[in-house]
């Protein structure tokens, strides 16, 4: 991939962090592991038609107040004070994000109308 395009896909996600970490007030910090790659090299997903997908890396099963066994993604659980703390997964989202797609970075010229 092209180094420019990763710094500036790099410094996009450490905006976004910091723009959440602004807004929700976290007990424990959240670990995203993003990945931008090239979906039709790595995913076979080659019509540049997906920008990029994410979700929790694990769920915990826990045991609430009310006896009901209920299950969090890792990332929620984590901010509450457990007694007993799992074995956390290194990171609490995975995230991936596609190099082809033609995307807009802070800093990049203005956005010129495309004709079909």
Do not use: H
Not at 22 to 33: A, D, E, G, Q, S
Not at 35 to 60: P, Q
Not at 87 to 100: E, G, L, R, T, V
């Amino acid at each position: 991939l092209d180094k420019v395009l990763c710094t500036k896909a790099e410094k996009a996600f450490k905006a976004a962090g910091e723009i959440i970490t602004n807004v929700i007030i976290l007990v424990t910090p959240i670990t995203v592991n993003a990945t931008f790659t090239d979906f039709c090299k790595a995913l076979n997903e080659c019509n540049n038609m997906i920008l990029g997908t994410a979700s929790v890396a694990r769920t915990i099963l826990l045991l609430d107040n009310d006896k009901v066994v209920r299950q969090y993604p890792q990332v929620l659980a984590k901010q509450f004070l457990l007694d007993l703390t799992p074995k956390w997964k290194s990171f609490d989202i995975q995230a991936f994000f596609n190099a082809q797609v033609d995307l807009f970075f802070k800093g990049d010229s203005v956005i010129k109308k495309r004709l079909p």
